[in-house]
């Protein structure tokens, strides 16, 4: 006796072609041929994919006939090798529906909260989640490493590189960071000269002086610089959501007295160093780079090297061509004169 053929609906045909269009990458005609197909991504047979995506069996050549091939050279037959996403990817995706389904309004009433009460974060549910998460949150270490740092040109005076350690709070009013509160002393590091002068300038200015320091050897450094659209395994959903969905790295106008936007980072800060750990690595909201933050005695271990010099931040606007307008910063945007003073014309390097 033959079965009956199952007959499906033209919106189940067309759900049964998303859920196997998520599992695609580019394909071979994107990959190196040299002697051969070299995959620079997973890949397999069309019919693998249908099976993982449960598409059953009677209706797999219909929705094969339907699946647009990321690379656009389809439609594909189900024994042609596909390219596919890396788990990691396919991770990012879940974890991102996952997330807007049921934790982002957590959050958000998390960041309410905090405006209200600073100082009470710990009391509220999610909050108390962090603090308890901070352990399984990445990590990472420094070990001869060299970082740089930058300062406004504000006068003639040509700065030295003691300029440009920790300040000491007892002599010099300490300003509210992302990672630090008023009056609490830290070292902040750029990973690269450009980024640190970008860190630096105000609206319109290009240059500032930058000092470049090597870290000898710092251990336990939160990581929050987790890479774009990637999802390691095992990372508990809430760090996902913090390191993946922006409120880290908020954009903050420096010049409002009032940044909300530091208020979950900083509370992470203090969870960070309740734990023991000595700094965190976080990426910026200015430029493509890394950023480092010493804590207390972590930043000793940041050792200046060479003098300080004035440095133009070169290729900081075609850095920020790489992301879409609405992720520029303010000043981006607008006309950039350098704002130096006519006797330092002489000194710039660039
Ligand atoms: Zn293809």
């Given at each position: 006796m033959v079965a009956k053929r199952k007959k499906y609906t033209r919106k189940q045909i067309e759900a049964f072609v998303r859920d196997v269009e998520r599992?695609?990458?580019?394909?071979g005609i994107e990959q190196p041929y040299d002697h051969g197909l070299h995959w620079n991504n997973p890949h397999s047979t069309l019919k693998d994919v249908l099976e993982r995506a449960e598409v059953?069996?009677?209706?797999q050549e219909e929705v094969a006939s339907q699946v647009k091939c990321p690379s656009g050279?389809?439609?594909?037959?189900?024994?042609d090798e596909v390219g596919l996403k890396y788990e990691g990817e396919l991770r990012y995706e879940d974890m991102l529906e996952q997330w807007y389904r049921g934790h982002a309004n957590r959050l958000e009433a998390f960041s309410a909260y905090v405006q209200k009460f600073p100082s009470l974060a710990a009391a509220h549910e999610v909050g108390a989640e962090i603090r308890d998460a901070i352990h399984q949150f990445p990590v990472t270490s420094l070990k001869d490493t060299l970082l740089y740092r930058a300062r406004g040109i504000k006068d003639g005076r040509e700065l030295q590189?003691?300029?440009?350690?920790?300040?000491?709070p007892a002599k010099i009013l300490v300003g509210e960071g992302r990672f630090n509160h008023q009056g609490q002393s830290v070292l902040y590091l750029a990973g690269d000269a450009d980024g640190a002068v970008i860190e630096t300038v105000k609206e319109g200015e290009m240059r500032a002086w930058v000092q470049a320091f090597r870290v000898t050897r710092v251990e336990r450094i939160l990581d929050l610089s987790a890479d774009e659209e990637w999802a390691e395994e095992g990372l508990p959903l809430l760090i996902f959501g913090l390191l993946h969905t922006g409120p880290l790295r908020e954009f903050a106008?420096?010049?409002?007295?009032?940044?909300?936007?530091y208020l979950i980072p900083r509370y992470i800060a203090d969870c960070a160093k309740e734990k023991e750990f000595f700094g965190i690595r976080f990426k910026s909201v200015r430029h493509t780079g890394v950023n480092y933050v010493l804590f207390d005695s972590a930043a000793q271990s940041a050792i200046p090297e060479g003098k300080p010099e004035i440095r133009k931040a070169a290729d900081w606007k075609a850095e920020w061509?790489?992301?879409?307008?609405?992720?520029?910063?303010?000043?981006?945007t607008e006309p950039i004169e350098p704002t130096i003073p006519e006797e330092f014309n002489d000194l710039i390097e660039i």
């Amino acid at each position: 006796m033959v079965a009956k053929r199952k007959k499906y609906t033209r919106k189940q045909i067309e759900a049964f072609v998303r859920d196997v269009e998520r599992y695609l990458g580019p394909c071979g005609i994107e990959q190196p041929y040299d002697h051969g197909l070299h995959w620079n991504n997973p890949h397999s047979t069309l019919k693998d994919v249908l099976e993982r995506a449960e598409v059953p069996e009677e209706c797999q050549e219909e929705v094969a006939s339907q699946v647009k091939c990321p690379s656009g050279d389809g439609p594909h037959d189900i024994w042609d090798e596909v390219g596919l996403k890396y788990e990691g990817e396919l991770r990012y995706e879940d974890m991102l529906e996952q997330w807007y389904r049921g934790h982002a309004n957590r959050l958000e009433a998390f960041s309410a909260y905090v405006q209200k009460f600073p100082s009470l974060a710990a009391a509220h549910e999610v909050g108390a989640e962090i603090r308890d998460a901070i352990h399984q949150f990445p990590v990472t270490s420094l070990k001869d490493t060299l970082l740089y740092r930058a300062r406004g040109i504000k006068d003639g005076r040509e700065l030295q590189s003691d300029d440009f350690l920790a300040p000491d709070p007892a002599k010099i009013l300490v300003g509210e960071g992302r990672f630090n509160h008023q009056g609490q002393s830290v070292l902040y590091l750029a990973g690269d000269a450009d980024g640190a002068v970008i860190e630096t300038v105000k609206e319109g200015e290009m240059r500032a002086w930058v000092q470049a320091f090597r870290v000898t050897r710092v251990e336990r450094i939160l990581d929050l610089s987790a890479d774009e659209e990637w999802a390691e395994e095992g990372l508990p959903l809430l760090i996902f959501g913090l390191l993946h969905t922006g409120p880290l790295r908020e954009f903050a106008d420096r010049s409002r007295g009032w940044k909300p936007e530091y208020l979950i980072p900083r509370y992470i800060a203090d969870c960070a160093k309740e734990k023991e750990f000595f700094g965190i690595r976080f990426k910026s909201v200015r430029h493509t780079g890394v950023n480092y933050v010493l804590f207390d005695s972590a930043a000793q271990s940041a050792i200046p090297e060479g003098k300080p010099e004035i440095r133009k931040a070169a290729d900081w606007k075609a850095e920020w061509k790489y992301l879409p307008p609405n992720k520029w910063p303010k000043f981006i945007t607008e006309p950039i004169e350098p704002t130096i003073p006519e006797e330092f014309n002489d000194l710039i390097e660039i």
